[in-house]
């Protein structure tokens, strides 16, 4: 009998072992094909694509609460949602923007916790509470304590790779710099974030949103003609959003 009850310790200490072994390595599985199935719908691109992505890099990120990347591309998802909704002027935008953007920076900020170095987690963090400022006000955003917060994850993003996605950390901290309320504004670091990647992607996915940013910090700058260059180069592109916000400023400077 006691020979018996050894035995049966024993193999259920073996069972429990490799249940412990196997039932992380199930859960790392489950959570990489969540991942595989977001990122092809989010891949596809299109705003029903995106917001089909969210619940999947939800998933993916419950199944590996640990994962660096599942939390920044749930904040990216998040994000880019609310940014589409917002340009596409669709009913409700500022409610959407304010309640993606929370919890898009929920998870920027899991990420960052993970990885305080990672470019995307700092990155995606910062355009979280952008897109959430969006939709509640930049002085709400600096009631709430953002400024700090965001100021650092864009630095920390411009630090460990300024040129990850054709130089987005580059005009994160150029517009920063130009959307704060006076006295926090600075606009000639906003010029110089901005102009460096004009210079640096001249023919970057973003170049005509960084020529409209460019454009309206040197029209408060009272500098017109500097202003008109870029915009006109922004309201000839093929982006039809920062094209309409281009030729909406030079009517107003023209």
């Known amino acids: 009998m006691e020979k018996t009850e050894k035995f049966l310790a024993t193999g259920l200490g073996s069972v429990l072992l490799i249940l412990m072994f196997l039932l992380p390595l199930t859960a790392l599985a489950a959570s990489g094909e969540s991942l595989a199935k977001a990122d ?78 990672g470019v995307e987690g700092n990155f995606f963090y910062g355009a979280c509470v952008g897109i959430y400022s969006d939709g509640v006000s930049v002085l709400t955003a600096l009631r709430e304590g953002l400024k700090g917060k965001t100021q650092k994850a864009f630095e920390k993003a411009y630090k460990a790779n300024k040129n990850y996605e054709d130089g987005a950390p580059m005009i994160a ?14 606009r000639g670091l906003a010029v110089k974030y901005l102009l460096e990647n004009i210079n640096a992607f001249p023919k970057g996915k973003h170049i005509a949103e960084t020529e409209v940013y460019l454009g309206e910090v040197l029209v408060d700058m009272n500098k017109d003609s500097k202003a008109k260059v870029f915009l006109k180069k922004a309201a000839n592109s093929s982006d039809s959003y920062y094209s309409k916000e281009a030729k909406r400023i030079l009517k107003k400077i023209e």
Do not use: T
């Open 173 to 186: 901290l150029g517009r920063f710099w130009s959307v704060l309320p006076w006295p926090l504004r600075n």
């Open 40 to 117: 092809a719908l989010f891949n596809k691109g299109g705003i029903e694509n995106i917001k089909n992505s969210i619940p999947l890099y939800v998933q993916a990120a419950k199944e590996n609460p640990n994962s660096y990347e599942a939390n920044w591309k749930c904040a990216r998802a998040y994000r880019e949602y609310a940014d589409r909704y917002h340009k596409k002027g669709l009913e409700g935008w500022k409610g959407v923007c304010a309640k993606y953007g929370k919890i898009g920076m929920s998870y920027g900020e899991k990420a960052i916790a993970i990885n305080p170095d």
